[in-house]
């Protein structure tokens, strides 16, 4: 969901949804240099904690391994991390709670890579070797 769209949910202005985001009070996704996107899942928890339904519950780790979680997001998905984060920035896949448990780890595995110095989301994540001076 737009900005727009949670704020007239909510009933609030749409500078009031950014807020809520910049205080990591509603959990967002940046989709493009100029769009974040809230997850309807994302909205129902938090409307819900409004309504004293309790606390959001805590974000699941994994002990997996990246390549494991590699191999079981492209039989999930049915493309590489990479490729998804195409398709869902050009808007070829349509915004559903799936889609945006997809995306979180999509996107969470390409920031995995980035930092590890993977070159892409097909190869794995060996590490690309480092100078000596890094």
């Given at each position: 969901?737009?900005?727009?769209?949670?704020?007239?949910?909510?009933?609030?202005?749409?500078?009031?949804?950014?807020?809520?985001?910049?205080?990591?009070?509603?959990?967002?996704?940046?989709?493009?240099?100029?769009?974040?996107?809230?997850?309807?899942?994302?909205?129902?928890?938090?409307?819900?904690h409004?309504?004293?339904?309790?606390?959001?519950p805590?974000?699941?780790?994994?002990?997996k391994?990246?390549?494991?979680?590699?191999?079981?997001?492209e039989?999930?998905?049915?493309?590489?991390p990479?490729?998804?984060?195409?398709?869902?920035?050009?808007?070829?896949?349509?915004?559903?709670?799936?889609?945006?448990?997809?995306?979180?780890?999509?996107?969470?595995?390409l920031?995995?890579?980035?930092?590890e110095?993977?070159?892409?989301?097909?190869?794995?994540?060996?590490?690309?070797?480092r100078?000596?001076a890094?």
């Amino acid at each position: 969901m737009t900005a727009s769209e949670v704020a007239e949910e909510l009933g609030i202005s749409k500078s009031g949804v950014y807020k809520l985001i910049q205080r990591g009070r509603l959990p967002a996704i940046r989709r493009s240099e100029r769009g974040m996107r809230v997850s309807r899942l994302a909205l129902e928890a938090y409307q819900r904690h409004l309504r004293g339904g309790g606390a959001i519950p805590p974000i699941k780790y994994s002990n997996k391994n990246p390549n494991d979680l590699l191999v079981e997001f492209e039989a999930d998905a049915g493309m590489s991390p990479t490729e998804w984060e195409r398709r869902w920035k050009s808007e070829e896949i349509e915004d559903s709670a799936e889609n945006m448990s997809l995306t979180v780890r999509a996107m969470s595995l390409l920031l995995y890579m980035y930092r590890e110095g993977s070159e892409d989301g097909r190869t794995g994540f060996a590490p690309m070797p480092r100078s000596a001076a890094a």
